[in-house]
């Protein structure tokens, strides 16, 4: 049975908004894209010295194992010219699972919920906008809840701009994607 899975796209190099497209019309390759949220301008986190982000979340369902699917996503950013030059740094495609079903997993090469989540704004945001009740595993607390709780101390901006057509969630719900 496939599981449903929220993704974290960013941009800040280039046609960023371009770069978001092509990487959500690559994650055919691993599943169905069930949601996109609208696009949000983001300043940068931790490495602040660099051009603001585009960022949206994405609900994927995939059969793909959680390893496996973090193997294709890399594969994704490195076709559409990644390059890991420095950490938080500025790149065409950021792609970060976010929660993957129920699942919670720790290894060296993939933690499950993403470990900062509950701290970004820039990721709470798009994702609250296509699964506010979606439920993180470790914090028990939906999506909705921990964007509440953050600190209005990062800039998130919602733009106008659409990347996909509206779309129906997992829950049988028509949402704006």
């Known amino acids: 049975m496939p599981d449903t ?19 959500i019309a690559r994650l055919a390759s691993v599943g169905r894209v069930q949601s996109v949220s609208s696009l949000y ?16 979340g994405v609900g994927l369902e995939t059969s793909v194992i959680p390893t496996r699917l973090m193997q294709q996503l890399l594969e994704i950013e490195k076709a559409m010219g990644r390059e890991r030059v420095q950490k938080k740094g500025p790149r ?11 699942r919670v997993m720790n290894t060296l090469d993939l933690t499950i919920p993403h470990p900062a989540m509950q701290y970004r704004r820039f990721v709470l945001e798009p994702l609250a906008e296509i699964a506010p009740s ?13 964007l509440q709780e953050l600190p209005p101390n990062q800039i998130v901006k919602r733009l106008e701009s659409r990347l996909a057509a509206d779309r129906t969630d997992t829950h049988g719900s028509k949402v704006k994607s």
Do not use: M
Request: charged share 25%.
């Open 41 to 56: 301008e983001t300043q940068p986190v931790d490495f602040t010295d660099q051009p603001w982000f585009l960022n949206c």
């Open 92 to 102: 065409t495609i950021d792609i970060d699972i976010l929660l993957f079903g129920d």
């Open 5 to 23: 899975v929220y993704l974290s796209l960013g941009s800040n190099l280039g046609d960023r908004e371009s770069h978001l497209r092509d990487a």
């Open 134 to 146: 979606a439920l993180h595993p470790l914090l028990k607390k939906t999506i909705e809840e921990l």
